[in-house]
């Protein structure tokens, strides 16, 4: 059974940084696109980041382009989202999610389309 297990969220003031991580098990990690979506309370969840297996090309929606940073340890099936100069903004439930299909972020139209998905972390920023 595919499983993705976020951490890293919590409490932090604008300014900060926080590190989520995201560890699969129960698919091959090594042949899964990986992305990083977050949902603010009443909005739609968006997709914030993507990154391919195998060349780690990696895709930002503009408003983290320059703060956050993805990337991934094949050898500790984990992906990173390293989230810097994190502004009010960002509180959201950040959510990790694969494509079981594709080693490319853009396989798909949209990160919503994913196969797997974990159950979510927190992530609130204090003015």
């Known amino acids: 059974e595919a499983q993705l297990v976020e951490s890293g969220g919590g409490l932090v003031q604008a300014g900060g940084s926080l590190r989520l991580s995201c560890t699969a098990s129960g698919f091959t990690f090594d042949d899964s696109a990986i992305g990083w979506a977050r949902q603010a309370p009443g909005k739609v969840r968006e997709g914030v980041s993507c990154i391919s297996s195998g060349d780690g090309s990696t895709y930002y929606t503009d408003s983290v382009r320059g703060r956050f940073t993805i990337s991934r340890d094949t050898a500790k099936n984990t992906v990173y989202l390293q989230m810097n100069s994190l502004k009010p903004e960002d509180t959201a439930v950040y959510y990790c999610?694969?494509?079981?299909?594709?080693?490319?972020?853009?396989?798909?139209?949209?990160?919503?389309?994913?196969?797997?998905w974990g159950q979510g972390t927190q992530v609130t920023v204090s003015s």
């Open positions: 999610a694969a494509d079981g299909r594709s080693m490319s972020w853009s396989a798909r139209s949209t990160i919503h389309e994913y196969d797997y």
